[in-house]
C-alpha cells in the first residue's frame, strides 16, 4: 500500500477505502489500487489518533487533545463535532445500534464516554475502575472491549450496559492499542504498540461465553443462494423480538443494513434488492438482544 507516511495512529475502513490519521491529516488508500487517492488537513490541537464512521459514511476523528471531528470525505466538509474531553482522548468507535460513539481516553480511572450522533451535547459518561485505554471495539451483541497499557497490560470486555465489572481477555499483550473486531469470524485483533506485533483472539474459544439463546430464531439465510438481483432472507420466531439485519462483504465492510425493527412470531421472507452491489462473496448477519448468527451469500451476475 500508501508508502511515505509517519505518524499514523488510527485507521479505518469505508467503502473500499482504509482512511488513516497521521498527525494532523486524514489520507485515504484506495484499496483496488493501493495508492493513496485522499488527503485533508485537520487543525488538531494536538494530532490525530483514533478514526470510526457513521452509518450515513461520515468520518469522526480523535484530536487527542480532547476534541472529535466529524469529516465528510465526499464533500470535504469538516467540523468539531464535540469537545471538552479529557486530555489523551485516544479512539472512538461508532455503536451502530445504539447510535452512539464510544470514546476512551488514556488517563487512571478513565471513564467510557457513549455520544449520542444524533446530539452532540448527549454525553453518558461510564465510570471505570480502570482506564489507561488506548482501543476500543464492539462485537454484535453489543459487549465493549477495551485496551489498557499502563504497567501492566489488559484487554477487558463491558457487557452492553457498561455498567458492570468487565470480565479479561486471556492473553499475552504488550501496551495493547487499537482493537478491531471481526464479525465474520468473531476475531478481535488486537495490535501491540510494545512489541510491533497483533493477536488475533477468537473469542469463541478464548473466553467463557454464555450458550447464545438459539430457540427462538431459526435463521434459513438467503433463497435463493447463489443471487442474482434479489433474494429473500428467510428467518422463523417463536417469540416477537427485535430483528437487525446486516450485509459484510468479504473485507468486513459493512455495505447494508436494510432491516431493523420488531417483529412477531411466525415465518418471515424479506426480499432484499442486492443489483447496486458487485458480484462476489457477502455475509449474512441476522441478530437480536441476545443471538447473532451470520451465513454467507454469494452474488453473481
Known sequence: LATNMTECLGMHLLNNMLYVSCNRYVKGIDLDTGTLTFTQFLPATNWLDGI?????GNLYVVDTSGK???LNP???DYHVFVSGLPNNTQDVFFDEPNNRLLVVAWQWHSSIYAINVADSSDITTFPTSTGYFDGIATDPLGNVYVSSHYGADFVYKYDTT???PP???PGNFNEPAGLIYNAIDDILAVPNFGGNTVDFIDLSTSIDHPEKPRENID???SFPNPVHSSCNIQFSLKHNANIHLTLHNIKGELVNSPIKRAFESGS???N???RALKPGIYFCTIRSEDFSETKKLTLIR
Open 52 to 56: 470510526t464512521s457513521d452509518s450515513e
Open 68 to 70: 472529535i471531528f466529524k
Open 74 to 76: 465526499t464533500m470535504r
Open 162 to 164: 457498561l455498567t458492570n
Open 167 to 169: 470480565e479479561q481477555i
Open 219 to 221: 435463521f434459513q439465510g
Open 268 to 270: 418471515h421472507s424479506i
Open 272 to 274: 432484499w434488492d442486492t
